[in-house]
């Protein structure tokens, strides 16, 4: 090897333990993911506001979804806690937001422009505790640029043990393909999955918004939050699930 030549046989040994010291933690600092992997099913949100200086490039995650014939664009409504001017009370952008977008990480020429936010309601006060009850926005779409996979709805019940997996990117990542983190499925209470950690990022910030999915990539919840269980007093990634809105998306299909 070029790296050794020319060096006595202590020295080669000593720059031997060097570069595969510095390979094994270069291969440790990686963080771990799931080895299940998915279609291209995650996107980053870009806002725009009238007023420029709240404007996000890109902010947490979403996803597409399929119900019927048509598809929607989806993501967590406790953003709008972050990222709300002081004028935004409730979950109705009146003339606060002007556009809201997504895109695949590092490819925003392959975009989805909204249209309307079908959940607008003046009554949905953004203080409101009961805002991560029915964590989502959902949007009709405007324009789609992408190669996205919409997701479709799982109709059957979650099993206890059953492993499931958040699809999307944290705060820190500025580049590379959609990651997969793995839990397993523990009970529902009300609103909320609990779920046990099996490969999870180190900071879950950013990952709001985006799809937790079944083993076949059915969709069965939103990344939200947690909640703790009052059972055993103990806090668990608890995912918003489908049912409110899957009552919103049915309304609209026999509109």
Known sequence: MPYFRGLNPF???????????LFAFGCSGQEKVSEKKFPEISLVNKISFYNPKYDQSRFSCGFLIKYGSDTF?????????????DKMKTVAFGNEIRS????????EAEGIITDKLLNDDQSD??????????????????????????????????????????????????????????FEYYKTIGNRLLLKD???????????????VDGQGLVVGIVSGGTTDPATDKKYFSPCSLESMIVLLEKLHTK
Not at 73 to 85: E, G, N, Q, S, W
Not at 151 to 177: D, H, P, Q
């Open 11 to 21: 020295m080669k040994y000593i720059q031997f333990i060097l570069i595969a010291c």
């Open 73 to 85: 664009a989806v993501t967590a409504k406790h953003l709008l806690k972050i990222i709300r001017t």
């Open 100 to 107: 809201w977008s997504m895109y695949p990480l590092n490819k």
């Open 125 to 182: 006060f953004l203080d409101a505790k009961s805002t991560y009850d029915k964590d989502w926005l959902l949007f009709s779409i405007e324009e789609n640029h992408s190669q996205i996979k919409p997701l479709e709805i799982r109709k059957t019940a979650l099993n206890s043990g059953e492993k499931l997996y958040a699809v999307g990117w944290t705060r820190t990542m500025t580049s590379g393909s959609q990651r997969v983190y793995e």
């Open 198 to 212: 099996v490969i999870v990022p180190e900071k879950f910030g950013g990952l709001s918004g985006a799809p937790v």
